[in-house]
């Protein structure tokens, strides 16, 4: 059975870096063509993908917030961490991390989310 | 970036109707593209990939077709639990979701 939970703070403060830790259950991250993803969904919105990394610590970053992420693993403990610099108020949304699925690009098994407030 | 879009934003069906969801790439992307359907307060659960494939343990009500810029999500008499919110997302290059469309009872 595959699961994923995302932990971190609830409350970060404009400016400040955000990380936040996905931790999975259910496969390997070092299973060739396994993937782990980052998709956020500010209240009320649409989602917005953010970042993946693979098996093979191969990453790939949404073009427009790149230069404030940054995606690594731990095998051993299967997790995957978020780190986003920078936060500002916009940032404000629900974080979830996701399994991508192998014979596609799609993510079939996600975590319940965790909602992260930007104040100013 | 490939843009998504949906139509309606908003469908309102009766129970037991069918619905007819759209989603246009701004760009060719093959049957790069994926469906899911969202509850308040739930993650998104994955339903269709390759434009057509299903999930597993999706209902078989649910259907996708299409390609290169044109998809469709149809599901042909809806349930009561298929009321929520349904998004595209194509993985051809990078990924970006569509803006969503709400199904909502009639």
């Known amino acids: 059975q595959v699961t994923l939970k995302e932990s971190g703070p609830t409350l970060v403060k404009s400016t400040q870096t955000l990380t936040l830790t996905c931790t999975f259950s259910?496969?390997?991250?070092?299973?060739?063509?396994?993937?782990v993803g980052w998709i956020r969904q500010p209240p009320g919105k649409a989602l917005e993908w953010l970042a993946l990394i693979y098996w093979n610590d191969d990453k790939r970053y949404s073009p427009s917030l790149k230069s404030r992420l940054t995606i690594t693993k731990d095998t051993s403990k299967n997790q995957v961490v978020l780190t986003m610099t920078n936060m500002d108020p916009v940032d404000t949304a629900t974080y979830y991390c996701?399994?991508?699925?192998?014979?596609?690009?799609?993510?079939?098994?996600w975590g319940q989310g965790t909602l992260v407030t930007v104040s100013s | 970036e490939i843009v998504m879009t949906q139509s309606p934003a908003t469908l309102s069906v009766s129970p037991g109707e069918r619905a007819t969801l759209s989603c246009r790439a701004s760009?060719?992307?093959?049957?790069?593209l994926a469906w899911y359907q969202q509850k308040p307060g739930q993650a998104p659960r994955l339903l269709i990939y390759g434009a057509s494939t299903r999930a597993t343990g999706i209902p078989a009500r649910f259907s996708g077709s299409g390609s290169g810029t044109e998809f469709t999500l149809t599901i042909s008499s809806l349930q009561s639990e298929d009321f929520a919110v349904y998004y595209c997302q194509q993985y051809y290059t990078w990924y970006t979701f569509g803006q969503g469309t709400k199904l909502e009872i009639k």
């Open positions: 760009q060719s992307i093959s049957s790069s």
């Open positions: 259910g496969f390997s991250l070092s299973t060739s063509g396994v993937g």
């Open positions: 996701a399994h991508r699925q192998g014979v596609s690009g799609s993510y079939d098994y």
